[in-house]
């Protein structure tokens, strides 16, 4: 997984109901773009978080659209 500081990143719901849940990159801990990262969710909560499998990262648009 690699991320940069301002991209989002979702959390699939793991049970079936649960509802999917985002947050922007705050920061990059590891190295290259590598996890862990630093994610501020919608609800305004900050977490150092080490995403798995139920996580993508919505990369940004290079050209800006």
């Known amino acids: 997984m690699h991320a940069t500081v301002g991209e989002r990143i979702r959390f699939h719901g793991r049970t079936v109901g649960a509802a999917d849940h985002s947050g922007e990159i705050v920061t990059v801990k590891g190295e290259d773009g590598q996890p862990p990262y630093v994610v501020r969710f919608d609800d305004g909560h900050e977490a150092l978080v080490y ?3 139920d996580c ?10």
Not at 56 to 65: S, V
């Open 56 to 65: 993508e990262i919505e990369h940004a648009d290079p050209k800006g659209g």
């Open 51 to 53: 995403p798995g499998a």
